[in-house]
């Protein structure tokens, strides 16, 4: 069986539970040279069948013969299908826009053996073994548009277009998206396009940057930064080699990815090839760092000060774990991060922090798993009401018994006033208690 590097790592416990990381520039880069090294020699025939669960659009191409080829930009990848001289019915080519989700990849399997999940398949035209060339998204979340037209609003490719995508970010900086966390920033796509949760890490750490730094601030001072005009170009070049800024890094450091050759992404790779990814990351993910929750609910790791538009409100966490880590966890014998003391989780900052703390707010990736039972003893007003007798303590459930201390001062019941002793003068104040914010555990289901 043929595989690119697909961003799934084998998993026993089946597809439901994926070790894997989200799809970034370098994956869909990697994802478009896979495509076009396994397809240049086959021909492709028939119709383009898709899954009937999948809720994305039907294909309406067929051919007796044509190639198919892959085009990689930021996020996206565009695959072309091309009808070959003197094929039937004729026609022109088709083009499909992939954006690939959190678990979207690209396999080409015999067409007897196809993988779960195979929501798009192309099959190859006799002679010869039938293959098919299958888009498997596990999670459903990747999707395909019809016609080849990159999404609208996407910026440069930070890989392929990096004097576009520079001149885009400098000329911009008046936009509000600056006005933000310089880590929410990197992920808006108008403007970083390829760039991903674990990149942004990588990037800020090598350049000590404080994640919640105002990305403004961090962004302007690369518009006075010019070359000095005595340099000769080859001092020039390696003086960007040697001190690059952050522009540069988001070129440079998603070509070191590309170079890894796809290592531990792929289902049949070994422990040894996952283990190449898991040496080149300095931050993400790794032992000693810390970690915090940004607006949007997605994790920043960090070492250092998070940076001054850090969320202010702390809640201890339970625990972080890199993207590729949810559910099970197979590969490299890499398991949940426990984050210290003085590594904190806060919730999204903004005027309402009790409704971003809700479940609803939180992306598929930051569910929480196995919450509390809800507790099903109607209470003692409600008991009255239905005319039920009042439970003691001997017909109480298991492990819900309340026993009193008996030094603890005494409470009045719910919904009777005591009446207090006349003072002279003024009332007392009184204590007001402050909430306290749940405590949530870091994504620990599968994403």
């Given amino acids: 069986m043929h595989t690119w590097p697909n961003l799934l790592s084998s998993s026993p416990t089946g597809p439901g539970h994926p070790s894997h990381r989200m799809p970034e520039g370098p994956e869909l880069h990697l994802a478009s040279h896979f495509v076009n090294e396994a397809c240049r020699e086959l021909v492709f025939g028939g119709c383009v069948e898709k899954s009937p669960v999948s ?20 996020k996206e990848l565009r695959l072309t299908l091309s009808p070959l001289p003197g094929a039937q019915p004729p026609q022109g080519p088709l083009a499909l826009v992939f954006r690939f989700g959190m678990t979207g990849s690209f396999q080409l399997v015999p067409s007897d053996a196809l993988p779960p999940h195979a929501h798009l398949r192309f099959y190859t035209a006799p002679p010869g073994p039938r293959l098919a ?20 609003g996407r910026g440069p490719c930070v890989l392929l277009e ?22 929410e920033a990197l992920l808006d796509q108008r403007f970083f396009n390829g760039i991903g949760n674990y990149l942004r890490a990588e990037i800020l750490y090598r350049l000590r940057i404080p994640p919640f730094e105002k990305a403004r601030t961090v962004l302007e001072a690369l518009q006075q930064r010019r070359p000095s005009p005595e340099l000769t170009l080859s001092q020039k070049i390696r003086a960007k080699l040697q001190n690059p800024d952050l522009l540069e890094l988001c070129h440079s450091v998603p070509k070191e990815v590309v ?6 992404y792929g289902l049949e790779s070994t422990e040894e090839d996952f283990a190449a990814f898991r040496a080149w990351l300095r931050c993400y993910g790794t032992p000693g760092m810390s970690s915090l929750r940004d607006r949007h609910g997605r994790t920043i790791w960090f070492q250092g000060d998070p940076g001054p538009l850090a969320p202010k409100v702390p809640t201890p966490t339970l625990g972080g774990t890199p993207e590729w880590e949810h559910g099970s966890l197979e590969k490299g014998g890499c398991g ?4 210290q003391p003085h ?9 309402s922090r009790k409704k971003k703390s809700k479940g609803a707010q939180r992306g598929p990736e930051d569910q929480v798993e196995n919450p509390p039972p809800p507790n099903k003893a109607p209470s003692r007003t409600r008991r ?64």
């Fill in 162 to 183: 990096y004097e576009q995508f520079r001149e885009n970010v400098l000329r911009n900086l008046a936009d509000k998206a600056f006005d933000r966390p310089i880590c």
């Fill in 384 to 447: 009255a009401r239905r005319g039920l007798p009042e439970q003691t303590a001997a017909q109480q459930p298991e492990g819900t018994s309340l026993q009193r201390d008996p030094e603890a001062p005494c409470v009045p019941e719910k919904g009777k006033r005591r009446r207090q002793p006349a003072t002279s003068g003024r009332r007392r104040p009184q204590k007001i208690k402050a909430d306290t914010p749940s405590l949530e555990p870091e994504e620990t289901s599968a994403s």
């Fill in 259 to 264: 170079q890894l050759g796809g290592k531990g």
């Fill in 55 to 74: 809720r994305n659009p039907e294909v309406p191409f067929e051919s007796s013969a044509y190639h198919i080829s892959a085009l990689a930009r930021g």
């Fill in 343 to 351: 590594q904190q989780q806060y919730p999204a900052g903004g005027k």
């Fill in 336 to 339: 949940h991060k426990t984050l």
């Fill in 133 to 152: 060339l299958c888009f498997v998204d596990i999670r459903r979340f990747g999707h395909w548009d019809l016609g080849g037209k990159w999404q609208p």
